[in-house]
């Protein structure tokens, strides 16, 4: 997924503080404070660690029970300015639902409307443009129903992306997609400037995104870019043909060897650290 | 309204479910089609029939897609605002279309619309003030479940049979009074 960046911004599209939100006396979000400006945006964590809440609130699906949240500089709280974010969002949830009696042009179209896009012409050369860009010209006027899973994800990604929305918001974006589709989302060309997404695959913040956030438990345990997320094992990671006690996190690789995150003991094989494993050790000193 | 409504129009009523009204019609049609046989109509029935299109109603403002829909700048309120513009006219068509048939089976029937109305504003005003998650489902029982406690209670208890009885006695009154809740509701 690639953005187009032409424009520029003095603000950063996404501002966080202190942002809370429970669900009875449990914290689904507990303290997040970001900023994020342009490019694309990951966010990892475990499930329950928040990223869907959080997301939610981006979206201003969701109202925060405390903290200071403002996109593309606008209050949510507000209800004017809350339309004003909406007319310059996309939002992708985890499970969007879609209308099965509907084609995939007709729910695009629909979705341009309520974006209040009052010409028909432009709706529906919008409509076209982006589920081409989705890879789905040739379902476009076939019944949702009929549709696989991967396409029904495409729709909704479509209809997220009307408009060009300078804020895109995406929840697990790559659900259901095979691994053609994935490589598919990562050529994906978007004109929002601001793209934040929730993800479990790992590899995919390493090809997609700028910076990244790790969130556990409600909160923000790093904030920085893959490289640095990946940093984090630097000197912590080798392979050995057995499996080492001694490791912290052990797991064999494809090609039979055994990966080990850790303190390395001496003589030991010490490799390059990958995304994983530097968010597997961050994900393991959480545990502890 | 904004200026794109005429563009809601075809694709909202394409997306509203219309099934539990089409499956309350063919409901209908068979008590007037079994009322007519029998040459007589049946004692009570009119007020199930009430409540039965009130829910059915209610039930077309469910939406499979809220999700995907949920950071629209047309508002949740506002979709569902339309989609009632689209139901009321046709809930009550068929509430008229069914009076009418009563009607000429039996003339005791007579035209009562006050019911129907009010019992299809109270659903619509307790799915305003329901958890988004049930709404629908809380709505549609509203009208069924307050039907069902009036035929059950009503006269049992001096105390809350006006209560109980008020959408049929009242019904304007109730109406006004599930409009503005519904209005309140849909504002939160």
């Given at each position: 997924m690639t953005t187009n960046t032409s424009t520029t911004t003095t603000t950063a599209t996404i501002e966080a503080d202190g942002l809370v939100k429970r669900y009875g006396s449990t914290p689904a979000v507990d303290g997040v404070t970001l900023s994020a400006g342009r490019g694309i945006i990951g966010l990892l964590g475990p499930n329950g660690a928040g990223k869907t809440t959080l997301l939610r609130m981006v979206a201003t699906v969701l109202a925060p029970d405390a903290g200071r949240l403002r996109m593309l500089g606008l209050d949510p709280a507000d209800p004017a300015q809350r339309t004003d974010i909406r007319?310059?969002?996309?939002?992708?949830?985890?499970?969007?639902?879609l209308y099965p009696g509907f084609t995939p042009f007709d729910l695009v179209?629909?979705?341009?409307?309520?974006?209040?896009?009052?010409?028909?012409?432009?709706?529906?050369e919008e409509s076209r443009r982006v589920l081409e860009s989705v890879g789905l010209a040739d379902v476009m006027h076939r019944k949702i129903r009929k549709l696989s899973g991967g396409m029904k994800q495409r729709v909704a990604l479509a209809a997220a992306m009307v408009g060009s929305p300078q804020l895109l918001v995406l929840d697990e974006p790559a659900n259901g997609l095979d691994p053609d589709q994935r490589l598919r989302l990562r050529s994906l060309k978007t004109e929002?400037?601001?793209?934040?997404?929730?993800?479990?695959?790992?590899?995919?913040?390493?090809?997609?995104?700028q910076s990244v956030y790790v969130m556990f438990d409600g909160r923000i345990r790093f904030a920085g870019t893959p490289a640095e997320l990946a940093g984090l094992a630097a000197g912590q990671v080798w392979e050995d043909a057995s499996q080492d006690p001694r490791a912290i996190r052990s797991w064999i690789t494809a090609t039979g060897a055994y990966r080990h995150l850790g303190e390395p003991p001496s003589g030991a094989q010490v490799?390059?650290?990958?995304?994983?494993d530097g968010y597997l050790l961050l994900a393991r000193r959480e545990q502890s | 309204m904004s200026t794109t409504a005429p563009a809601w129009v075809a694709p909202t009523?394409?997306?509203?479910?219309?099934?539990?009204?089409?499956?309350?019609?063919?409901?209908?049609?068979?008590?007037?089609?079994?009322?007519?046989?029998?040459?007589?109509?049946?004692v009570g029935v009119l007020d199930v029939a009430a409540a039965g299109t009130a829910a059915a109603v209610v039930a077309g403002l469910r939406d499979p897609a809220a999700?995907?829909?949920?950071?629209?700048?047309?508002?949740?309120?506002?979709?569902?605002?339309?989609?009632?513009?689209?139901?009321?006219?046709?809930?009550?068509?068929?509430w008229l279309a069914y009076l009418a048939a009563a009607n000429l089976v039996s003339r005791g029937v007579g035209w009562p619309l006050g019911p129907a109305v009010a019992l299809v504003a109270t659903g619509c005003a307790v799915a305003a003030w329901t958890p988004e998650r049930f709404a629908v489902e809380a709505g549609v029982a509203a009208p069924l479940g307050w039907m069902a406690l009036a035929r059950a209670w009503s006269g049992l208890h001096d105390s809350v049979t006006p209560?109980?009885?008020?959408?049929?006695?009242?019904?304007?009154?109730?109406?006004?009074?599930?409009?503005?809740?519904?209005l309140m509701g849909r504002s939160r």
């Open positions: 007319r310059q969002l996309g939002y992708l949830p985890q499970s969007p639902g179209d629909y979705v341009a409307v309520l974006k209040e896009h009052t010409d028909r012409d432009w709706r529906h929002s400037s601001t793209v934040l997404m929730s993800t479990h695959n790992i590899s995919e913040v390493g090809a997609l995104c490799v390059d650290p990958t995304l994983d | 009523a394409r997306a509203v479910p219309w099934q539990p009204l089409a499956g309350v019609a063919v409901c209908l049609l068979g008590v007037v089609v079994l009322a007519a046989v029998r040459g007589r109509w049946p999700n995907l829909l949920s950071a629209m700048p047309t508002s949740a309120a506002r979709r569902q605002a339309r989609r009632l513009m689209l139901l009321v006219p046709a809930g009550l068509g068929l209560v109980l009885t008020a959408y049929q006695s009242h019904p304007w009154v109730v109406t006004a009074v599930a409009s503005a809740a519904l």
